[in-house]
């Protein structure tokens, strides 16, 4: 059997305790195919919202000085959902998903 179709094979992550086998753990630590792509688009789409987010404030700060107090509520309120859109990405990532038993 050839041994590429063996590593294409992806087996769940599992909460293994301390007393799991070295090369569990090892495996149940390194990343899937594909996993590290994933992590760093995320990470660049937040890095992006950030400065998006920032520039919006500044936008809207410049407005308040300038004068235009009247329609400028809509901006720090675009900031504030990609606030909480983070928020809510950062609680859905936290969660840990366990195999069913």
Same mark, same amino acid.
């Given at each position: 059997?050839?041994? *590429? @179709?063996?590593?294409? !094979?992806? =087996?769940? *992550? /599992?909460? /293994?305790? +301390?007393e799991a086998?070295?090369?569990?753990? =090892? ?8 996993? /590290?792509?994933i992590?760093?688009?995320?990470l660049? !789409?937040?890095i992006? &919202?950030?400065? !998006?987010?920032?520039?919006?404030l ?7 000085? $300038? ?8 901006? +720090? &309120?675009?900031? @504030? &959902?990609? @606030?909480?859109? $983070?928020? @809510?990405s &950062?609680?859905?990532? $936290?969660?840990? *998903?366990?195999?069913?038993?």
């Open positions: 059997m050839d041994d *590429r @179709f063996d590593k294409s !094979i992806v =087996e769940p *992550r /599992l909460y /293994l305790g +301390p086998q070295r090369s569990d753990q =090892e495996q149940n630590v390194t990343p899937t195919q594909g996993q /590290l792509a992590v760093l688009a995320t660049l !789409i937040g992006m &919202l950030l400065g !998006i987010q920032l520039w919006i500044t936008v809207a700060l410049d407005l308040y000085l $300038g004068g235009s107090s009247q329609d400028i509520w809509a901006l +720090p &309120l675009i900031s @504030f &959902l990609i @606030f909480a859109g $983070g928020l @809510f &950062l609680r859905m990532l $936290g969660k840990t *998903r366990y195999p069913k038993r």
